[in-house]
């Protein structure tokens, strides 16, 4: 069977696929693996959008991406495709979302069905690295920002207004400081004035 024939019977992913699988840790060892890209692949359908460690988050990827890609190949009335649904997704009402909502979002689709992006990793940390998984055209705001000048972004709002407190706090200390050293000033220069009984002893003749 040539390259042309097995292509004809497995569509072509989308997003880069490793050549080895990524490393999950399990007790319960291949078994254990499965039920966690399961329970993956069924919160990424179901939420649409999920914050996991990068391995599973990729490995997990390739299996929702295969999936979607059937159902939008072969539909609901394919068995075989039905079966796969079954076994990856363990909420069963989510079946009817990925045939009825995601395959017409995605049947006109030229680009991956999924999106990953890093996640913000605290410092310091020892926890692996962090990613964002979503379906594309999901309800939530993006999380690329495309217009960093916008002054209305939440981030430069609350910088603005960090930024203004800031400046007035210096100018009430430079405020203070000023007349503290204006007051200073006056009690110097009215300390160095005669005061009016001297000048009046002065002025007073001898006899």
Not at 21 to 46: A, M, N
Not at 130 to 150: A, I, M
Not at 189 to 207: A, D, H, L, Q
Request: proline content about 6%.
């Amino acid at each position: 069977m040539n390259q042309a024939e097995v292509s004809k019977l497995v569509s072509k992913l989308r997003i880069k696929v490793p050549a080895e699988p990524r490393k999950l840790r399990s007790p319960k060892g291949p078994e254990g693996r499965i039920d966690k890209l399961r329970k993956t692949v069924t919160g990424l359908i179901k939420y649409e959008r999920i914050e996991l460690n990068h391995n599973r988050g990729d490995e997990a990827r390739q299996y929702a991406e295969r999936l979607i890609s059937e159902a939008i190949r072969y539909g609901d009335c394919h068995k075989p495709t039905m079966d796969v649904a079954n076994y990856w997704l363990l909420e069963k009402e989510l079946i009817h979302k990925l045939f009825k909502v995601l395959v017409p979002r995605f049947e006109n689709c030229n680009t991956a069905y999924t999106r990953m992006l890093n996640a913000p990793r605290p410092l310091p940390s020892r926890v692996d690295d962090k990613v964002v998984l979503e379906l594309r055209g999901n309800p939530y705001p993006s999380l690329v920002n495309r217009q960093s000048n916008n002054r209305l972004l939440i981030q430069n709002v609350l910088l603005d207004a960090a930024k203004y407190d800031y400046r007035q706090s210096k100018y009430a200390e430079m405020a203070e400081k000023i007349g503290q050293r204006e007051e200073a000033q006056a009690l110097e220069k009215k300390s160095k004035e005669p005061t009016k009984e001297s000048s009046n002893e002065s002025k007073t003749p001898e006899i």
